[in-house]
């Protein structure tokens, strides 16, 4: 699981957070049963975790997740930020009394960084598990700020085609040669969507879905229609 913000800098351009708040294997330390020429029966190895489900996220959450943005997370800020991912069934957030008593304040976007984490590794040749999870948070770690505040901009302007998409993905990525932007200080930090754009998006989603007393309602004149 890896964390990524956007950087963080001050009122005069330096750098405060480079939006990097850790990452981390989804992996467990057990035993070897047998000998091979590569280790000894009783040796510790590296499995990755085959089945990382609700539980597993969980445990991510509240000991890794929560515990690095709370030690890195500038005192200076709000502490109501969000945590952002994907929709796949173990990315959701518990809802127990343990978890919102204890990190009700501390949520962290996170955004998709692997691609340019894997040029990165790919740049590497891992011989088992434990080099290759070296070899992804040492990318990860030479991940540059400038990049990421780059990422964030290209963000919003996907978000803005995925609008335009009506929420597909056949889209181009933008490119805005961000780095001349920014060289003559006119890079935005947020990207103007117009209002028109939103609207149609929206009005897309109203025929997309409808309240669900409408169901019952339309499938009563139905059977209205079905008796006269």
Not at 7 to 12: A, E, G, W
Not at 52 to 76: D, F, G, H, Y
Not at 172 to 192: A, D, F, R, Y
Request: with cysteine; glycine share 4%; proline share 5%.
């Amino acid at each position: 699981m890896a964390l990524i913000g956007k950087s963080l800098y001050d009122t005069n351009g330096e750098l405060l957070h480079d939006g990097k708040y850790g990452i981390f294997p989804f992996t467990e330390k057990e035993l070897a049963k047998k000998s091979s020429k590569n280790k000894a029966a009783g040796t510790l190895v590296t499995k990755a975790l085959q089945n990382v489900n609700r539980e597993v996220i969980w445990e991510m959450l509240l000991t890794k997740v929560i515990p690095a943005i709370q030690s890195k997370w500038p005192e200076s800020l709000p502490k109501n930020v969000i945590i952002q991912w994907d929709n796949a069934r173990p990315h959701q957030v518990p809802k127990d009394e343990e978890f919102i008593a204890n990190n009700s304040k501390w949520v962290q976007y996170s955004t998709c960084l692997f691609r340019s984490i894997q040029s990165l590794q790919y740049q590497s040749f891992p011989k088992n598990l434990d080099e290759l999870v070296d070899k992804v948070i040492e990318s990860y770690n030479t991940f540059k700020p400038q990049v990421n505040k780059y990422i964030w901009v290209t963000l919003q302007k996907c978000m803005i085609k995925i609008l335009k998409a009506q929420g597909g993905n056949k889209y181009k990525i933008p490119h805005m040669n961000k780095k001349k932007l920014e060289n003559l200080g006119i890079l935005p930090e947020q990207v103007q969507v117009r209002k028109e754009v939103v609207v149609e998006a929206v009005e897309y989603l109203n025929t997309m879905f409808r309240p669900a007393n409408q169901g019952s309602q339309d499938a009563a004149e139905n059977m209205e229609v079905d008796a006269d």
